[in-house]
């Protein structure tokens, strides 16, 4: 028997996973950009290497991979978790913004969305 907010359990932890594996990726290309750096870049958070950026991603795509395969299990830790690490990449989004301002975007949004479904639907599952 399908338990009240199952859906949106399943939804958070298959986006905390996809979003890891998109940071990945990310981490993945500003370790191996190797172009003129953007004009915007110097005046960024954590400096102006792209290496500085790809270790921080890639530290929050496994954060975010490990905490989605958790919630996906049922772990009720996992569920803080689960909102800290999203609550991580969406804030590690607004670094994009001024490269991909439509994409961060959708990325908050989608961190808005796991951060709800975890929140309301994401506790200790009782058993059938």
Known sequence: MEQRGE??????????V??????GFDAIWAFSYHGVLPYNLEAAIFGHSLHTYGWIDLIVAVILIVCGFAVVSGSGPARWIGIFAAAIAGISAIWWMPFYPVWALVYIIIAFLVIYALAVYGGVREPS
């Open 7 to 16: 859906g949106w359990v399943l939804f958070a932890g298959i986006i905390l």
């Open 18 to 23: 996809l979003g890891g594996v998109m940071r």
